[in-house]
């Protein structure tokens, strides 16, 4: 009965007690704090299946509910959370806040029913409310793979717009499709201290790349944005049109400094059309093109890139570039540039490279020199591990090297076994799925009781055996500074005895993966047992680790007085050298004051040469436009002129065609007429001839009267023959010559005349 009434008492109702209009009510932890010692294990039991939250009474409008710590039920019964602050019981750390208010948590679970199609309800929202104050907490606004769509993406970028206390935006594995996209690139224009941008897979596409870039040309605090694709469904899928406009976004933008945009599609097309922008963008240090088939093509065009860009990260996995782009790669890191000296991660995996190409590398490799992470997994190296294993022992930068599933022999192990026995910087060496067997192993094992750097080692699934486990468990016994061992899916049985019984002296190792071997109860236990001691030895060495770190950070802030120190000074001497400066003004200023007067008639002749120059310019520009008006009516009656002449050609080139048309019908009208009349024409051309005999001899005879009548005349000249003599001489001669032939007739009525 007491409890009821603490239950109904003014501050239990001040805490519980809620406007209808505020949504929700958080879960309420009275009504389930215990009321008697029989009822602790039903409370217990509701703490693993439903968080409990405490929400301040007074603003519950605009605060959200707070994770409840443990132990503190039945307190919170009576008190609120500002109360528990206010009184140092509970601490309100800045990465614990949520600075957003239950209406607009309200108004982004509607958009998420909406998006998805489903009903709003309280039990729903509740844990939806939970669900968002865990995860956007501080500076991260985090909400992976919750099924929000374009509403959601809307009703987000409206309250981030001018929330200046969020800097991570996480919203990969949703839904946000395009129009989400869109409403996030609104959002990047407005607000200005958002640094992290995770969208993958969201099944965007190159429409909302497209705004996105655009946003980025603009905006000025993002540094880093991942639109690359997570395994499953609704993958990003950009194209070559999205990067087209991602080299646009990368030439004007000058803070993004990491670009993950693996498994979208680019192709070496893509990789083309964003060249240009790479090219000219000097911020850009981290590029990620993984599973995008740019095939060795797109290794000639990222070739060149590396020396004039800035790029420091490369992630070309799963790109089948093969030897041929490996060669590309080899050449351009080769080249006489800054290219190799700039380069600290490349991530090869999974390309088909084989042993040639690697070859290539690893003789590049060796020109390096900041070269920190190296991964060639799933490429066949066979004989060229050796060769890189030699390469890489003479590297003073590579602290990461991964060759997982590259069919690594034995004897390649034995060389990358010398390589670690004199290597000082590689600290992650991962070599699982491989061919390595004893002899691999114990030559690693050996190398491993002289090398002091090495911090993780993985040759898990390499056909060791207990020979190669024994070799591992004296390294063990004698190594002090390997921290990560895994030796999974080997075959290792009988030497896992003396792998426990190692771990009984080592101090370092903190985690060891020996999952399906055929270990031994006893080992295992014992094996979990030291580990144990080991993590808790660790822990126990923070404090030692903590204050070294705390040591060296005083060195650093000693080095950082002495800065400030003569930050100072330099200040000091900057003020000396301002009065003098100052004292110079004084002897310029009176100079200023002598030469006013003569820049005062200087500025009266300039503005005359002005006025001048603006008439003249004045009246050629209107002597331009007449010469422009001309010059247009000229080609007017050009263009009329040659149109003209155009329709004359055609009339021209019209009648020729009619004309060899009449010809040909010409010729093959004579063609015919000479096979139909060539009968006729001989007998013509006979006739003809015959005339022309004819015509010959009328004129011999017409000759031959010629000379009687010469003769005649003569004759009666000398003989004085009467008149009447004469002309009947003259008829018979004419009647003879009509007798004989027609042109003879004609030639005698001539004579006649």
Known sequence: ??????????????????????????????????????????????????????????????????????????????????????????????????????????????????????????????????????????????????GLGNHSAGCIASFLADNEHFAVLDLSGNRLKDAGAIRIAELLMLNDALVHIALKSNDIGFVGAEKIAEALQSNCTVTSLDLSGLSGINRNHLGSTGAKAFGAALAVNETLAILSLGANGLGNEGLMLMSSGLEQNQTLTELDLGSNNLGWEGCTVLGPLLNSSNLRNINLERNDIRDKGAAVLAAALKMPSNAAEKIELLNLSFNNIKVQGLRWLANVFKTVPVLRVLKLDGNECGEAAEELAQTIKDNRSLTHLSMCKCEISP?????????????????????????????????????????????????????????????????????????????????????????????????????????????????????????????????????????????????????????????????????????????????????????LGNVKKLEEEYNTISMRRAREEEAMA??????????????????????????????????????????????????????????????????????????????????Q????????????????????????????SGAASKSKSKPAKRKGSNIKG
Request: hydrophobic residues 35%; contains cysteine; proline residues 3%.
């Open 1 to 146: 009965m007491e409890v009821q009434e603490r239950s109904s008492s003014p501050a239990r109702q001040t805490f519980s007690s809620r406007p209808a209009s505020a949504g929700p009510r958080p879960p309420s932890v009275g009504k389930n704090r215990p009321t008697s010692a029989s009822s602790t294990n039903s409370t217990r039991r509701y703490k693993t299946q439903t968080p409990q939250f405490l929400c301040n009474a007074e603003d519950e409008e605009t605060i959200l509910p707070r994770p409840l710590p443990p132990g503190m039920a039945y307190v919170a019964s009576y008190t609120s959370f500002d109360e528990l602050v206010d009184k140092q019981i509970l601490r309100q750390e800045e990465e614990e806040k949520v600075h957003l208010s239950v209406a607009e948590v309200s108004d982004l679970y509607h958009a998420k029913c909406l998006d998805q199609g489903l009903q709003p309800n309280r039990k729903r929202e509740s844990r939806f409310i939970q669900l968002l104050s865990q995860n956007c907490r501080g500076m991260h606004f985090t909400l992976r793979e919750n």
């Open 622 to 703: 209107a002597r331009s436009d007449e010469l422009q008006r001309e010059k247009q009516k000229q080609e007017n009656v050009r263009r009329k002129i040659e149109n003209k002449l155009k329709s004359e050609d055609e009339k021209i080139n019209r009648m020729k065609k009619d004309q060899l048309k009449i010809e040909q019908e010409i010729k093959s009208y004579q063609e015919k007429n000479e096979k139909e009349f060539a009968p006729q024409l001989l007998e013509l051309q006979l006739a003809t001839k015959e005339q022309q005999r004819a015509k010959e001899k009328a004129k011999q005879v017409a000759e």
């Open 411 to 595: 004897e390649a192990g034995v060389r990358i076994g010398d390589m670690l026995a004199v290597q000082a910087t590689l600290v992650k060496l991962e070599m699982q799925d491989n061919l390595l067997g004893n002899e691999g192993a114990i030559a690693i094992a050996q190398a491993l009781h002289a090398n002091t750097t090495l911090r993780f080692l993985d040759i898990g699934n390499n056909k060791v055996s207990d020979a190669g486990g024994k070799a591992l468990a004296e390294m063990i016994a004698s190594n002090n500074t390997l921290q990560h061992l895994n030796i999974k899916q080997n075959n290792i049985k009988l030497s896992g005895n003396a792998i426990a019984e190692a771990l009984r002296t080592n101090t370092s190792i903190l985690e060891l993966d020996f999952s399906y071997n055929d270990f031994s109860f006893k080992s295992y236990s014992a094996v979990a047992t030291y580990l144990q001691k080991n993590i808790k030895a660790w822990k126990r060495q923070a404090a030692p680790r903590l204050m070294s770190q705390i040591d060296v950070l005083k060195v650093d802030e000693a080095t950082l007085h002495g800065t400030q120190e003569e930050i100072v000074q330099e200040i000091k001497r900057r003020e000396i050298t301002q009065e003098n400066l100052s004292q110079k003004k004084e002897h310029v200023k009176q100079l200023v004051a002598g030469y």
């Open 705 to 732: 009267l010629s000379k009687t009548e010469l003769k005649v005349k003569e004759l009666e000249r000398r003989m004085g023959i009467s008149k009447e003599r004469s002309l009947s001489v003259k008829s018979t």
